[in-house]
């Protein structure tokens, strides 16, 4: 039968039954609120929901002739997802109970029902209908989004089989279809060695219910070469918490692995770059040079074979003249059939270096027809080559053979390197070719052995080129030695020669790279420092240089002299660009150093007043420290319904006798940038222990003293040995405890679980101090061996104007005390503060409503007050 009504927006019901009124009757009631069909005979009624996909009910008599309600309901089951109904009589009702439990049906009406009755459940199924609908259209949303991440995901049991994956993980498993892996175990896909470990780290993910994150493992591809994947897995819970298996996310780190190794690749040609820059201004002969170049790159480099030769310009091949010991017995094993030896038909990768004057690279030596000696290589397993030609006069005139163990070592960003190697190899070969004098002259400074202001130049100029690409700062430093022409006059001139002897000997012992030195007049000499992080660390690295060249005499004859010296500085690119520029400024800057008496001055004025204003600060810092002019304040925390004191906080002030009182805000950085936090926090634990210690001994019963710890302190491997001897000052049990920064702990969180355990164990408490200004993991928050938490002030401070941070506090609160964690709000300095804190029930607070931090004197009247005798 037809449709009795036409609303498209309504939901549509099909109703079967094989007695004319009683369709009349089911249509009578659901006729204006529903899409209605009716059909008497079942399997027209099939017709109906195949050609009717967006049926939402389906409501069927059980007893009809030809087939019976159940078995048409469950053929629409297979057709359509509407949700299906059974109207019964009591003799069958047994039946439908069970089919109800089984799932094949939502529901069913008893005979004789009442059209409120019928239109009820008839409205129930169809919001069970769009129910369904939605949850299906978000299933498939998921299953969508899940099939579409190129991310590998699987569900496991606990048995290991595969309850669900998603399609980039049935590639993985080598299937077609992700259903194809369902119910099967991982042993059916991997080999034997492989299965046990996936079993084992999924066993270990079920037994303790505790993520594995970043497995890395390294695949084999079908077709050679390699995979890398990072796999976490995390346990599955039902609703009572029990562990019934796990989720798996694999991820491809191809890239990444690779981008490592290349990085690593670099870092060994960069070390090998460094040392032959080194060794070029030490090696006196050519062969000295090669033999340095050889074991710098094997031992610098890792490469595993690596030789030097001369070339022969009449038969376009190279005699090795240094090599390390395997690249001896290659060359040993090689020596018939050395293409270096003039053996192998056609052009050899030397021969090829020498015509082409480019380097010769093979990165796959086994697929390259042009190596002839690839059974030597594959013997010691070497897969790719490089062949550096040395140039000296525009000609080859050597070799430089690099040998690595992985296929397509030598890329474009390697070969850039290397050939700087070259081009500095070639440079040095050039001038040790030019053995005259003459030609040493022209580079270096007879007297001391540096480079003269010309070579100063080039290498200055090489610098500024690479720091430009990289982006790295560079100081150019010239120095004047002072009255050094009344002593020539004085001693003559063999003594001055021999004083600036001394001088340039005393330079390069104490120089990174003797390479940035230089002699650019009769008593100036200039350095280069390349990648200058600040102007402050420069500045006191080079007042160190400037005490180990000039703070001990020199011995010139039968005399002793002090000398001391000037410095000018400038910085690229802040105070030039280029090589003249940059110099000219920093011959600038050394004027104005003589003209003002400064010992250093930079080239840019308020760099100058910048870096002195620091460094002046650090002196008297170090003075501060061995005067004994650091001291502690102490703030009390009171808790919140007593208003008594129950802690203290100390707070390190600097009792200045020039400055006065200095607040931290003005040092404590400073401290921690030169490492003084060190001493002076040692300081701190033991002086608290010992004011802990006095108090008691006047007979006041003081309330536990909390010290601040920076990072540089917890991140000292002896900071739990600093910690203990520092409470031994005290009294026992151990009044001392211990305040951490949040952003602190997330730094190295496993580390510093260990070392605040092992202080926790010396009956030292920890809180956590600035809470809310990091960003803590709640999961390593509950691991941490802390006792408290304290509200940072800004969040206190603005509560009363601010909603969120009001919602933030609260949050803090009900978060530590569900941890089972004190409170404490640090920054209240007014009584409507206190009162929402106390409202929020946080237990403790600190601030100026109670007191300002005061001296150790001034707090002992404060106890003695408070009731604390």
């Known amino acids: 039968m037809g449709s009795m009504t036409d609303a498209s927006k309504l939901h549509s019901v099909l109703v079967v039954d094989d007695e004319p009124q009683v369709l009349k009757a089911i249509e ?100 069970h209908y769009a129910l369904l609908k939605e949850l299906r259209k978000e299933r498939d949303l998921l299953h969508n989004l ?71 493992r390294r695949l084999e591809k079908p077709g050679g070469g390699a995979r890398w994947n990072s796999t976490t897995k995390a346990p ?13 996310i694999s991820r491809d780190i191809t890239e990444r692995q690779l981008a490592e190794e290349k990085v690593r690749r670099l870092n060994r040609v960069y070390a090998v770059l460094s040392g032959i820059n080194g060794l070029i201004v030490r090696a006196p002969t050519r062969d000295e040079l090669f033999r340095g170049a050889c074991r710098i790159a094997a031992e610098h480099g890792g490469f595993p074979m690596v030789w030097a030769g001369v070339v022969d310009r009449s038969t376009m091949q190279a005699r090795p003249v240094a090599w390390n010991d395997p690249a001896a017995e290659f060359l040993e094993a090689a020596r018939h059939r050395l293409a270096v030896n003039g053996a192998g038909a056609g052009a050899s990768p030397v021969s090829i270096a020498v015509t082409t004057k480019r380097p010769f690279v093979s990165n796959d030596v086994e697929r390259d027809d042009r190596i002839v000696l690839k059974k030597e290589h594959a013997e010691r397993g070497i897969r790719s080559v490089a062949m ?96 050094f022409k009344t002593i020539n006059d004085v001693f003559g001139r063999q003594a001055g ?62 005399t002793e002299l002090r000398v001391s010296a000037k410095a000018g500085i400038a910085l690229f690119p802040d105070d030039g660009s280029d090589t003249d520029t940059l110099f000219s400024n920093a011959e600038a800057a050394l004027r104005k150093a003589k003209a003002g008496g400064e010992p250093y001055l930079f080239y840019t004025q308020q760099m100058t007043e910048r870096v002195a204003e620091n460094l002046a600060l650090e002196t008297k810092l170090r003075r501060a420290l061995e005067n004994h002019e650091f001291v502690l304040h102490y703030q009390p925390k009171v808790d919140l319904e007593s208003r008594k004191v129950v802690g203290l906080e100390a707070l390190i002030r600097w009792q200045s006798p020039e400055l006065g009182l200095v607040p931290p805000i003005k040092f404590i950085g400073l401290l921690e940038e030169t490492g003084l936090i060190l001493p002076v926090g040692s300081w701190a634990l033991k002086r608290a222990s010992l004011d802990h210690r006095a108090w008691t001994e006047q007979g006041l019963k003081p309330p536990r003293v909390a010290v601040n710890v920076s990072a540089i302190q917890l991140r000292q491997r002896d900071f739990v040995d600093i910690v ?146």
């Not at 992700?178 to 034997?192: H, L, M, Y």
């Not at 030609?439 to 430009?468: M, P, V, W």
């Not at 004197?857 to 005798?869: C, D, F, I, Q």
Request: charged letters at 30%; one cysteine or more; a negative charge.
């Open 388 to 483: 550096l030609p040395l140039l000296a006069s525009g000609e080859v005139t050597g070799i430089l053979s690099l040998h690595a163990t992985e296929i397509g070592f030598f890329d474009d960003e390697e070969m850039k390197l290397l050939n700087e190697l070259a081009g500095d190899i070639s440079f040095a070969m050039e001038h040790i070719e030019k053995t005259e004098r003459i030609d040493y002259l022209a580079y270096y400074d007879s007297l001391t052995g540096l480079a003269n202001r010309t070579l100063f130049h080039e290498r200055l100029e090489q610098k500024l080129a690479a720091a430009g690409r990289e982006q790295h700062r560079v100081a150019v430093v010239v120095m004047d030695v002072e009255r």
């Open 236 to 248: 599955i819970n039902d609703e009572k918490g029990r562990v019934t298996g796990l989720v798996g």
């Open 497 to 558: 020669d021999d004083l600036l002897k001394q001088i340039a000997g005393r330079m390069r012992r104490y120089s990174v790279d003797p390479a940035r030195l230089a002699r650019i007049g009769a008593d100036h000499f200039a350095a280069i420092v390349p990648d200058v992080r600040s102007a402050e660390d420069f500045a006191r690295s080079s007042q160190t240089r400037m005490q180990q060249f000039f703070g001990e005499p020199f011995r010139v004859g039968d």
């Open 724 to 869: 203990e001897r520092a409470i031994m000052e005290g009294v026992a049990p151990v009044g001392i405890d211990l305040e951490v920064t949040e952003s602190l702990l997330m730094d190295d969180v496993q580390g510093n679980i260990e070392k605040l355990n092992a202080v926790r164990g010396l009956g030292v408490r920890i809180a956590i101090d600035d809470f809310g200004t990091g960003y803590s993991s709640l999961g390593y928050l509950a691991k941490l061996p802390v006792s408290s938490l304290k509200i940072d002030r800004s969040f206190i401070v603005t509560m009363n104007k601010d909603a969120d941070a009001m919602t933030l506090v609260s949050t803090i609160i009900s978060l530590a005390h569900s941890l089972r964690l004190k409170v404490i709000a640090e920054g209240v300095d007014d009584e409507e503060q206190a009162k929402f804190l106390r409202l929020l029930r946080c237990d403790e607070m600190q601030g100026y409503l109670f007191s300002k931090p005061l001296p150790a004197t001034e707090l002992v009247a404060l106890l003695e007050s408070s009731g604390l005798r």
């Open 146 to 216: 899940m099939d579409n991440i190129p991310d590998a995901i699987y569900f496991k049991d606990r048995g290991h089989r595969f309850l669900r994956l998603n399609r980039a993980q049935a590639a993985q498993l080598g299937v077609e279809r992700p259903e194809d892996a369902v119910g099967r175990p991982t042993s059916d896909f991997f080999p034997a060695d492989e299965t046990r470990e996936h079993e084992a780290e999924d066993d270990e993910v079920i037994r303790t219910g505790t993520p594995l994150a970043d497995r890395v």
């Open 28 to 127: 009578d009631t659901l006729e204006g609120e529903f899409l209605i069909y009716l059909e008497s005979s079942p399997r027209e009624a099939i017709g109906v929901v195949e050609s009717h996909p967006d049926l939402s009910v389906i409501l069927s008599d059980q007893r009809m002739p030809g087939m019976t309600g159940d078995e048409f309901l469950a053929r629409a089951r297979e057709i359509s997802e509407a949700t299906r109904l059974m109207i019964t009589g009591y003799a069958d009702l047994e039946a439908v109970i069970r089919a109800v439990n089984l799932g094949q049906i939502f529901g069913y009406i008893s005979k004789p029902w009442s059209p409120e009755h019928l239109r009820l459940a008839v409205v129930k199924a169809t919001e």
